[in-house]
């Protein structure tokens, strides 16, 4: 089965830079496959950060374009954001999200990490 594990997050000040990562286990070799960045603050919805494509397009959303990048790791099973000039608005906890269509790269579905926590104080 996929799964994901989020790791990178902390306290840091406005300013400050992060790296956040996303190890993904149970990939299907030969598939590509999609991910996705979500974060929620306490009392908030959930919210669309980015999206990293299998083919290498990246979108993000508008509160964190120009700040935040995508990246995967050369073994295809680990993704980073870079996060740069955080912000207090940027608290929350950041979840990775990939999602399968094709039967034969897994069962199908949307898959979700249990999250990493960002903390930015001004």
């Known amino acids: 089965q996929v799964q994901l594990l989020e790791s990178g997050g902390g306290s840091v000040q406005a300013g400050d830079s992060l790296k956040l990562s996303c190890e993904a286990s149970?990939?299907?070799?030969?598939?590509?496959?999609?991910f996705s960045w979500y974060r929620q603050a306490p009392g908030k919805e959930r919210e669309f950060v980015s999206s990293?494509?299998?083919?290498?397009?990246?979108n993000y959303a508008d509160s964190v374009k120009g700040r935040f990048t995508n990246a995967r790791g050369r073994d295809k099973n680990s993704l980073y954001l870079q996060m740069d000039s955080l912000k207090p608005e940027d608290t929350a906890r950041y979840y990775c999200?990939?999602?399968?269509?094709?039967?034969?790269?897994?069962?199908?579905?949307?898959?979700w990490g249990q999250g990493t926590q960002v903390t930015v104080s001004s």
């Open positions: 999200k990939t999602q399968v269509t094709v039967g034969i790269c897994g069962p199908k579905g949307d898959y």
């Open positions: 149970g990939l299907t070799f030969y598939c590509t496959y999609d």
């Open positions: 990293l494509y299998g083919g290498g397009r990246s």
